[in-house]
């Protein structure tokens, strides 16, 4: 089954640019979709298709993906952007849905 | 408005069937895959499958499989997911959720609210 890997943790300082990872074998050939989940409510979709953002997604989000590494930026990072971020792949040798295993973004 | 509402918390023991809910609302309810998926407490998303309400063909995560059954009554726009023997490790948050996209690019769009299952003796 495909995997990816998430850092557990990154900080910012507010203002920064927070990068998020998501590595994965070859991820860059797969789109990868990006969930952000604060905490005690359901996960929303910030980014899609790579770097496609759903309307009400601010411009400060952003996504890129090649070779074995997707990245999440988010820029000019606010207090409220603290969360937990998931990528998301579909793995399409056994037909079914992956998740990254998570990172909680601290604003610092 | 787009919506999928999840049926309520559950508290159950060991042993004990379940069957929970999730209602789509504001869109062609037969025209899109819809899924499950697992939160345990202080753990991360796991995917479990999918059902397509049109003609309820289903996908599962190896993960799952056999392990729970999805399923749709389309004349109601609602999922359903399905335990017929709970385990203490079944206590989970789990979400319905949407899936948009075409065949090897599905994302979830729409999430619902989420249901807490309890299993406990």
């Known amino acids: 089954s495909y995997v990816l890997t998430q850092p557990p943790s990154v900080s910012v300082a507010p203002g920064k640019t927070a990068r998020i990872t998501c590595g994965g074998n070859?991820?860059?050939?797969?789109?990868v979709h990006w969930y952000q989940q604060k905490p005690g409510q359901a996960p929303v979709l910030v980014i899609y298709y790579d770097s496609d953002r759903p309307s009400g997604i601010p411009e400060r989000f952003s996504g890129s993906n090649s070779g074995n590494t997707a990245t999440l930026t988010i820029s000019r990072v606010e207090a409220g952007d603290e969360a937990d971020y998931y990528c998301?792949?579909?793995?399409?040798?056994?037909?079914?849905?992956?998740f990254g295993g998570g990172t909680k973004l601290t604003v610092l | 408005e787009v919506q999928l509402v999840q049926s309520g918390a559950e508290v159950k023991k060991p042993g004990e069937s379940l069957k929970i809910s999730c209602k789509g609302s504001?869109?062609?309810?037969?025209?899109?895959?819809i899924g499950w998926v697992r939160q345990m407490p202080g753990k991360g998303l796991e995917w479990m499958g999918i059902?397509?309400?049109?003609?309820?063909?289903?996908r599962y995560s190896p993960s799952f499989q056999g392990q729970v059954t999805i399923s749709a009554d389309k004349s109601i726009s609602t999922a359903y997911l399905q335990w017929s023997s709970l385990k203490a490790s079944d206590t989970a948050m789990y979400y319905c959720?949407?899936?948009?996209?075409?065949?090897?690019?599905?994302?979830?769009?729409?999430w619902g609210k989420g249901t807490t299952v309890t299993v406990s003796s």
């Open positions: 070859n991820i860059g050939s797969k789109s």
């Open positions: 959720a949407r899936h948009a996209g075409t065949g090897y690019y599905y994302y979830m769009d729409v």
């Open positions: 998301q792949v579909w793995d399409s040798s056994s037909d079914h849905g992956v």
């Open positions: 504001g869109y062609s309810f037969t025209s899109y895959w």
């Open positions: 059902i397509y309400p049109g003609d309820s063909d289903t």
